[in-house]
């Protein structure tokens, strides 16, 4: 009979197109979108300025200067002053009368990167007047012009950056992915309350019932179709950010963790979604009712979980916060696996909550059920 069940729960979710086409079309879409709009955004490669020189001085310290931007990794010449974002100018007897130097910023450029600009500038700068006060040493103290000439301006030689915690900043598809897996899985609630609902009107849970088939078996014969719904899911969308997002001169997803650390956190974060969506489609009253209640509930859980902002950029405190939402259990676990390589034991805490919270909502689901069957629903 339960078999009979499960196989029944099969083909009324496989019949509606529509709630499939939400769970699987939809994320996968904002994850393309996602990825490629925010790829500026999350991009941890070196930064480039394209430069354009006008060069009005023509001296040795001038042409120096040129040479030490051509060098520098970060400093891009160009050869007109439209393809530029910044454009420098040397005006005519820059070190005799020590002039400034004129940079005119294309519009467009924010604050932020123009302060990056101007540090790695102010580096070459001081480098060139190091180097320009140890040659005029030289001829009275070579003990003083190697003392001048030993100041490093190198970062690395200077200070160690290291992230608190371990902590690593993912990419725009590495952050896309597992939010869009986690906002998509916990969509399951369009059909689920579309069916109960349906399912009380036809008076097909009052034929359960009659038949002694008991409230337990009722809701498990409907989490086995959205076990395996939900892993698609999974792996569709994690095969849009490895294959579909490099397309898009994105980078593509890596998985580095252990993939049984993917699967059980997966297999968690569904139960914890179908048990939500259970709670609230056996509650409902009506499928509209369900639809709002649910989708209103998903956006709230999304917002506070880091799926609308990322939680690395929230504030400490709304941080704390964020981890009250299952969805935030779930993005956590996916960014141990996808940027810190975590195995099954790395990802338990959240998995762990992730299947009480799911077990807690199914618990409660199946009292209201219940109660509601001996009240004749």
């Known amino acids: 009979?339960?078999?009979?069940?499960?196989?029944?729960?099969?083909?009324?979710v496989f019949r509606d197109k529509h709630a499939l086409l939400a769970l699987f079309v939809m994320p996968a879409v904002f994850i393309l979108i996602m990825s490629v709009a925010l790829r500026d955004q999350f991009i941890s490669e070196k930064i480039n300025f394209s430069i354009y020189l006008q060069n009005h001085d023509n001296t040795e310290i001038s042409k120096q200067l040129t040479d030490k931007l051509k060098q520098d990794p970060n400093f891009i010449l160009t050869k007109t002053k439209k393809d530029a974002e910044f454009t420098i100018i040397i005006p005519k007897d820059f070190k005799k009368d020590n002039k400034k130097l004129s940079v005119i910023v294309s519009n467009g450029i924010k604050n932020d990167l123009l302060e990056i600009f101007k540090s790695k500038l102010l580096k070459s700068l001081v480098a060139l007047k190091i180097k320009s006060v140890a040659d005029e040493l030289a001829p009275m103290s070579s003990e003083a012009a190697q003392a001048v000439n030993s100041i490093t301006l190198s970062y690395d030689s200077l200070f160690d950056v290291k992230y608190e915690k371990n902590q690593k900043i993912p990419n725009s598809t590495q952050q896309s992915v597992p939010t869009w897996i986690v906002f998509g899985m916990f969509f399951v609630i369009i059909p689920m309350s579309t069916i109960y609902i349906n399912e009380r009107k036809q008076?097909?849970?009052?034929?359960l019932t009659s038949m002694n088939i008991s409230v337990i078996s009722m809701t498990?014969?409907?989490?086995?179709p959205y076990l395996l719904i939900n892993h698609i899911q999974v792996w569709i969308m994690l095969s849009v950010g490895i294959f579909i997002v490099p397309l898009f001169n994105t980078p593509a997803l890596e998985i580095n963790g252990d993939i049984s650390a993917l699967i059980f956190l997966s297999l968690s974060l569904s139960l914890s979604a179908i048990g939500l969506s259970t709670l609230i489609a056996v509650s409902a009253n009506s499928s509209e009712q369900a639809t709002t209640i649910g989708g209103i509930l998903n956006i709230l859980l999304g917002a506070i979980g880091g799926?609308?902002?990322?939680?690395?950029?929230?504030?400490?405190?709304?941080?704390?916060?964020?981890?009250i939402s299952p969805m935030s259990w779930g993005l956590d676990g996916?960014?141990?696996i996808f940027l810190k390589s975590a195995d099954i034991w790395m990802v338990l805490n959240e998995s762990g909550m992730l299947l009480l919270f799911g077990?807690?909502?199914?618990?409660?689901?199946?009292?209201?059920?219940?109660?509601?069957?001996?009240k004749g629903l």
């Open 203 to 207: 008076n097909t849970l009052t034929r």
């Open 1 to 12: 009979m339960f078999s009979a069940m499960v196989k029944k729960e099969f083909l009324l």
């Open 220 to 224: 498990f014969s409907k989490i086995i």
């Open 307 to 323: 799926v609308m902002v990322p939680k690395f950029i929230m504030p400490e405190s709304m941080q704390s916060f964020a981890d």
């Open 334 to 336: 996916f960014l141990e």
């Open 359 to 374: 077990m807690v909502c199914l618990i409660a689901s199946m009292i209201i059920l219940k109660t509601r069957i001996s």
